[in-house]
């Protein structure tokens, strides 16, 4: 009797173990899974960020660049200053 016990704790024991590690299994895919996603996620929006950094960059290379400053200034009514305005320091 003390035999058949011991071998029923002994595969009840057994089935609890692996039933603990398919859980576990089952859990570490689900967090692979969901990290996964949160990993694509952030890969897109890095994306995202990049291509409006260039759009950025050109849109000031644009706004900055002499012509555009030449238009911008004139259109606001500014034009290169008379002899009399400039000022020199010695």
Excluded: C
């Excluded at 011991?6 to 039933?19: A, N, P, R």
Aim: proline share 3%; net charge positive.
């Amino acid at each position: 009797m003390s035999g058949s016990r011991s071998g029923f704790w002994s595969v009840g024991l057994m089935f609890l173990v692996t039933i603990a590690l398919g859980l576990g299994l089952v859990w570490v895919n689900i967090e692979r899974v969901d990290l996964a996603y949160e990993l694509k996620s952030l890969e897109r929006e890095l994306q995202e960020k990049q291509e409006q950094n260039s759009k950025l960059q050109v849109e000031r290379h644009y706004l900055l660049a002499p012509a555009t400053l030449r238009v911008r200034a004139e259109m606001a009514g500014l034009k290169p200053p008379r002899r009399d305005q400039i000022r020199t320091l010695e």
